[in-house]
Structures are given as C-alpha cells and as structure tokens.
C-alpha cells in the first residue's frame, strides 16, 4: 500500500482503532481491533460520491451503530475543484469473518 496516514480514530472504551490512508490511487480505511491483543480486521477502499465526483477524506470517525458486525463510519473530507465540505457514512464488516472477507 502506498500513502500516508491523513487520520486516526480510537473508538471510546479503545475496542477498535481506525486508519485513514490518502495515497496517489485514493483513499483507504483500515480497522484494527484491540481487545485481548490486536488484529487487523481489514482493509478497504474509501467509499466515493453517487456522483461520480472526487472526495478527498481527511477525517474518520466511529460512530454507535445497531449492528455489532458493521462498524458505523463518518468521514469527512472535500470534493471536487472548489473543494466543498462533505461528510459521507459507510458501513464496514468488523464482526468474526471481517478479516476473511477483506482478504487480510
């Protein structure tokens, strides 16, 4: 993988740690989690915009969802040339076959 971290987030009672990865090919999520050690639960791309714009994310945040096996995600960021302000919401697998799926 190519790029630099642009953003951490450690969700509250430090159960999973998330990395934002902005490189030449876009952006990436990364989700560890940490209880009883840590494990990669996987790796994805960025989620992008039903237009077709670009989004460029530059914050990531975990937030209470209803579903233990989706982690609830914002990310905020910018889009297209004039560089307008745009917080978009993902749903990534974190539950027992995450890892698997992700291929990690």
Excluded: M, N
Excluded at 2 to 29: I, K, M, S, T
Excluded at 67 to 91: F, Q
């Amino acid at each position: 993988r190519a790029g630099d971290v642009a953003a951490l987030h450690l969700r509250p009672g430090g159960a999973r740690l998330w990395a934002l990865w902005r490189g030449p090919a876009g952006a990436e999520v990364s989700a560890w989690t940490l209880a009883g050690g840590h494990r990669q639960l996987g790796r994805w791309p960025a989620p992008s915009l039903q237009s077709g714009e670009y989004f460029a994310p530059s914050a990531i945040c975990e937030a209470a969802g209803d579903d233990p096996g989706v982690a609830d995600v914002w990310l905020a960021g910018v889009v297209g040339e004039h560089e307008r302000p745009e917080l978009l919401r993902a749903g990534f697998p974190v539950g027992p076959e995450a890892a698997k799926e992700s291929g990690e």
